[in-house]
């Protein structure tokens, strides 16, 4: 289950029934104030992704608590439920690896970001740097699977790791891996249980602390 020293793979981590909350969960958030939309990058071209966030409002490269490319909406808050699922997710990685996440009590998540990716959705290699903080990412997978290109936090352009993500997977990102590139090449269509009820697609729920005072 260990990628990389500080990156933690899970699979099947959450059960059927549990998959399915958090599916319902996310077509809730996806409604919100601020509704799931696809994020506009300073050149003027739109992700492919479509992403809705709690607690703060990311835009490359920052975060906000309101959304000012919406209206200046407030963003909505992150549950206390999903902050308890990130500490028992960094918990559970530590368990293979202590650079995962070191004091998995004190793991306090104030940002989620929720990415959804249609059949030709993609993502293209980045670090996650506008956190102003070390602690881990958590990262939970939901519907269809994906390809996940892992790679070091020295290059872009590799070497990489290539990982299948399925539904219900645990991934956890910590210590050396923390800002280490990765990306999402590729949906697979249709590989997601019927049971989910998801009617295709794939969610990504990230779990991150900002760093940031209000
Ligand atoms: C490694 N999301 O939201 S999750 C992102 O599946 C993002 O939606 C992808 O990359 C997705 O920024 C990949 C895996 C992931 C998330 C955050 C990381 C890997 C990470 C942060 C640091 C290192
Ligand atoms: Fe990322």
């Known amino acids: 289950r260990r990628i990389a020293p500080g990156a933690v793979h899970v699979p099947g981590w959450l059960s059927l029934p549990g998959q ?3 599916v319902r969960a996310c077509r809730g958030w996806a409604a919100g104030p601020v509704p799931m939309r696809r994020i506009r990058m300073p050149g003027g071209h739109f992700m492919s992704v479509r992403t809705v966030c709690l607690g703060w409002h990311w835009q490359p490269y ?3 608590r309101t959304a000012e490319d919406a209206g200046g909406l407030p963003v909505a808050p992150l549950p206390g439920w999903l902050a308890e699922l990130g500490r028992a997710a960094v918990a559970e990685a530590c ?3 202590p650079e995962a996440g070191a004091a998995a009590e004190g793991y306090s998540p104030d940002v989620a970001l929720i990415n959804f990716y249609d059949a030709s959705a993609r993502m293209g290699m ?3 740097k506008d956190e102003r903080s070390a602690a881990p990412v958590v990262s939970l997978s939901l519907g269809d699977s994906c390809l996940f290109r892992f790679g070091t936090p020295a290059s872009r352009g590799g070497p990489y790791t290539d990982v299948q ?3 219900g997977d645990l991934f956890v990102f910590g210590g050396p891996s923390r800002l280490a590139y990765h990306g999402v090449p590729k949906v697979y269509p249709g590989t997601a249980d019927p049971e989910l009820g998801m009617s295709g697609g794939r969610l990504n729920i990230t779990l991150r602390v900002s760093g ?3």
């Open 165 to 167: 993500l399925a539904s």
């Open 62 to 64: 920052r975060y906000s």
């Open 212 to 214: 940031l005072k209000d």
């Open 95 to 97: 368990a293979d690896d």
């Open 126 to 128: 980045h670090q996650d």
């Open 20 to 22: 399915r909350e958090l």
